[in-house]
Each structure stands twice: as structure tokens, then as C-alpha cells.
């Protein structure tokens, strides 16, 4: 199994970016997949979930608004455009894939720090 994200970077505030998260190695239509991030000394959080076939998101209160997940089942790949970019959106994003507590797995994650 290999979730594995690009796109992260430093934007500037008010900017914006898309997070890609490209699967390997199980079925991926079947898994919700989500986003989640960790800024430093802080715990991880849930930014945005999507369900197998994508006809349910959930977005965190930080983000709703000026995020947007989506998925493409053909490419086996997550993504989530985020836009309005704040300090405070800096942290690593991590993607996950679950499909119970038994098929949960993670990404190595990837930087996104907003700075001017």
C-alpha cells in the first residue's frame, strides 16, 4: 500500500494550492479518503473527507468554504484545492485511506506552509 502526496510548498496569504494524494495497492473506490493535518506542537486534525464515490464530503470549520476535496476513482487519487490560504493553514498534510479500523493507512505527508 502507498498513499503518496504532492503539492504542498510555501504560498503566499490569500493564495491558494491543490493537494494531490496518489494511491497504490488496494481498491481504491472503496475507501473514504481523507485529508488531515498537524501543525507543529499541535495534535493531527480532519481537514476534508470524501466517501468511494465521492457523493459525501465533510470539511472541518477551519476550511469549509475555502476547501474542496475530490477524487478520481479512474486515477486512484485524492485532492484538495484549498484557496484564501491563512498562517494558520501551515502544517503537514497527511493523506489517509480507511476503510475500517483494520485498512487504515497513511501518507508520509507533505509540507504546505503559508508565509509571506
Known amino acids: 500500500v502507498q498513499l503518496v502526496e504532492s503539492g504542498g510548498g510555501l504560498v503566499q496569504p490569500g493564495g491558494s494550492l491543490r493537494l494531490s494524494c496518489a494511491a497504490s495497492?488496494?481498491?481504491?473506490?472503496?475507501?473514504?479518503m481523507s485529508w488531515y493535518r498537524q501543525a507543529p506542537g499541535k495534535e493531527r486534525e480532519l481537514v476534508a473527507s470524501i466517501m468511494g464515490a465521492g457523493d459525501s464530503t465533510n470539511y472541518a470549520d477551519s476550511v469549509k468554504g475555502r476547501a474542496t476535496i475530490s477524487r478520481d476513482n479512474g486515477k486512484n487519487t485524492v485532492y484538495l484545492q484549498m484557496g484564501s490560504l491563512k498562517p494558520e493553514d501551515t502544517a503537514v498534510y497527511y493523506c489517509n485511506a480507511r476503510w475500517s479500523t483494520l485498512f487504515d493507512y497513511w501518507g508520509q505527508g507533505t509540507q504546505v506552509t503559508v508565509s509571506s
Open positions: 495497492g488496494f481498491t481504491f473506490r472503496y475507501y473514504a
